[in-house]
């Protein structure tokens, strides 16, 4: 069991940046992939990015070339860095941990985008 504690939204202006955090409770050496997820209001929680334990990674269409996902196993944190925020990446983000046969879910971080 894994509890995630998700940190680093907030509002920014089309164009800027933020870097999300993801703090696990307890060591992600062994979880083999984590990601990041998003939620728009009316909209189904949708793929950001996942990062596997040995570093491969995964990009939604939407924010390839400008989002970084990565983990830094020591701190038990994993990170989003988003870049060149659009309108439409606003929403709530979600961190994701698939332990063995469970997925655990954070309580998510607000992304507000204004034009």
């Known amino acids: 069991q894994v509890q995630l504690v998700e940190s680093g939204g907030g509002l920014v202006q089309a164009g800027g940046s933020l870097r999300l955090s993801c703090a696990a409770s307890r060591s992600i050496f062994s979880i083999r992939t984590m990601g990041w997820y998003r939620q728009a209001p009316g909209k189904q929680r949708e793929l950001v990015a996942t990062i596997t334990s040995d570093g491969s990674t995964n990009y939604g269409d939407s924010v390839k070339g400008r989002f970084t996902i990565s983990r830094d196993n020591a701190k038990n944190t994993v990170y989003l860095q988003v870049n060149s925020l659009k309108p439409e990446d606003a929403g709530v983000y979600y961190c994701?941990?698939?332990?063995?046969?469970?997925?655990?879910w954070g309580q998510g971080t607000q992304v507000t985008v204004s034009s």
């Open positions: 994701n941990a698939k332990v063995a046969f469970s997925v655990y």
